[in-house]
């Protein structure tokens, strides 16, 4: 199932969406992992970089799910991506598991596609060292993060995909609307997509807001899901807002 966390502090705020396999109890043990491993990353270890976190999350899942690998017949594991907002920088700081970052910036449409390397499995690199992607926030910016339940989505006159393509037009045409209806459209675009088709996995889309603004002094404000934090970045401030869309709160058969 898709499960994601968030984090915020007077110098930065953490994002993290990950996708996890299984279904039925295997998925939902391996979601109270994922989930329990990642808080303890980023509260209790306080890593902030998300390359480091997604390393350590690695390891971590490999160590609890494979400690007796000739045992176990099962080999689940999750895609993530990891996303640090650095208030002070203004930067945004991204790693990915297979999981990519979409960001519009300056009008144009950018991705960013992490590593081709999934997390937890039993054939995953243990040492694998997870690449850093920085994004320069100098202008408004809308940053998109989704599991792969979108894009794989079977729907239309010829039963396909939705696609990568249909996704990211859908955002270029639709980022500068307020967020409430981006979410509504995101939700109408899909599910009129699909059809009859039966939905083919959990879908979470996550949106951030950074837009550029000239508030003086900055103040700090969070709500859980939705926040609003100016902070100080180069004699300006950046406000961060967000929501989260989770197109479905139910497992499908297949995860």
């Not at 979601?31 to 998300?50: F, H, S, W």
Request: proline residues 4%; positive net charge.
């Amino acid at each position: 199932g898709d499960i994601f966390y968030t984090y915020s502090s007077p110098e930065g705020s953490v994002i993290a969406l990950m996708d996890c396999t299984g279904h039925g109890v295997p998925g939902a043990f391996l979601t109270m992992i994922v989930y329990a491993e990642i808080r303890k990353i980023i509260l209790d270890e306080q890593v902030r970089k998300p390359s480091e976190i997604l390393g350590r999350l690695n390891r971590a899942v490999k160590a609890v799910l494979h400690k007796n690998t000739a045992r176990t017949g099962a080999d689940d594991g999750l895609d993530a991506a990891v996303c640090y907002i650095d208030h002070a920088g203004s930067q945004v700081v991204y790693a990915g598991a297979r999981l990519p970052l979409f960001f519009v910036k300056n009008g144009m449409l950018h991705r960013k596609s992490g590593d081709k390397q999934s997390i937890g499995y039993r054939d995953s690199d243990e040492n694998h060292v997870f690449t850093d992607h920085v994004i320069d926030v100098v202008s408004a910016c809308d940053f998109y993060l989704k599991t792969d339940g979108f894009t794989d989505q079977m729907g239309g006159v010829k039963r396909l995909r939705f696609g990568t393509r249909r996704f990211t037009d859908m955002i270029v045409e639709n980022y500068d609307k307020p967020y409430s209806d981006q979410r509504k459209i995101y939700m109408k675009t899909l599910m009129d997509y699909q059809g009859t088709c039966p939905q083919m996995d959990d879908t979470t889309l996550i949106a951030v807001e950074i837009p550029w603004t000239s508030t003086d002094p900055p103040r700090w404000s969070a709500r859980r899901a939705s926040t609003a934090s100016p902070c100080r970045a180069k004699g300006a401030t950046i406000t961060c807002r967000s929501w989260l869309a989770s197109i479905s709160a139910t497992a499908p058969s297949r995860a």
